[in-house]
T-cell receptor
């Protein structure tokens, strides 16, 4: 039982490059989230999904896209990376609204 | 605006001390979570509360819904408790609101 797995764990991008972060969960959770964590700030929601085939914008969605084609996977795409997107990205999932949340190990992304 | 406020931001304690971290929130909630993050590491859920008190080993979490306040207590603190502790609340929608975290260092 792997829980929530994020790939990759580290990545360095050049400005303007694109990439996709993968979040995979094996707990049959409906809700999945992508957050970014920056120094001195709480986790901020980028996008989320309440089920397969659904996505919604969070607090800081600009510059990111997401897809949830399969229930177990939630993909976060950076279309044209910018230095302001240098951050640690966390994926989370949970079964329902009032249930325990499980987090991935994080992806440390640096855009130069 | 910060829906969730934590205090203190930083805390240093001697091994064995009793530690309290506080969380106040301003929105209506369906649940409150306490999370732990070790340096450079992932985030682990410690507790989920909607009322009362929960205990797990040396950790105790309480919540007062009327006062919109929660506390996380660590008894007999140990250096391995050194981490960032994050309070998060589940609002009326599907989203979490997170505090900025309390950085705890326990000195041997």
């Amino acid at each position: 039982n792997a829980g929530v797995t994020q790939t990759p764990k580290f990545r360095v991008l050049k400005t303007g490059q694109s990439m996709t972060l993968l979040c995979a969960q094996d707990m049959n959770h409906e809700y999945m989230y992508w957050y970014r964590q920056d120094p001195g700030m709480g986790l901020r929601l980028i996008h989320y999904s309440v089920g397969e085939g659904t996505t919604a914008k969070g607090e800081v969605p600009d510059g990111y896209n997401v897809s949830r084609l399969k229930k177990q996977n939630f993909l976060l795409g950076l279309e044209s990376a910018a230095p302001s997107q240098t951050s640690v990205y966390f994926c989370a999932s949970r079964w329902g609204r009032v249930t325990e949340a499980f987090f991935g190990q994080g992806t440390r992304l640096t855009v130069v | 605006k910060n829906e969730v406020e934590q205090s203190p931001q930083n805390l240093t304690a001697q091994e064995g001390e009793f530690i309290t971290i506080n969380c106040s929130y301003s929105v209506g909630i369906s649940a409150l979570h306490w999370l732990q993050q070790h340096p450079g590491g992932g985030i682990v859920s410690l507790f989920m509360l909607s009322s009362g008190k929960k205990k797990h080993g040396r950790l105790i979490a309480t919540i007062n819904i009327q006062e919109k306040h929660s506390s996380l207590h660590i008894t007999a603190s140990h250096p391995r408790d050194s981490a960032v502790y994050i309070c998060a609340v589940v609002g009326s929608g599907n989203q979490f609101y997170f505090g900025t975290g309390t950085s705890l260092t326990v000195i041997p």
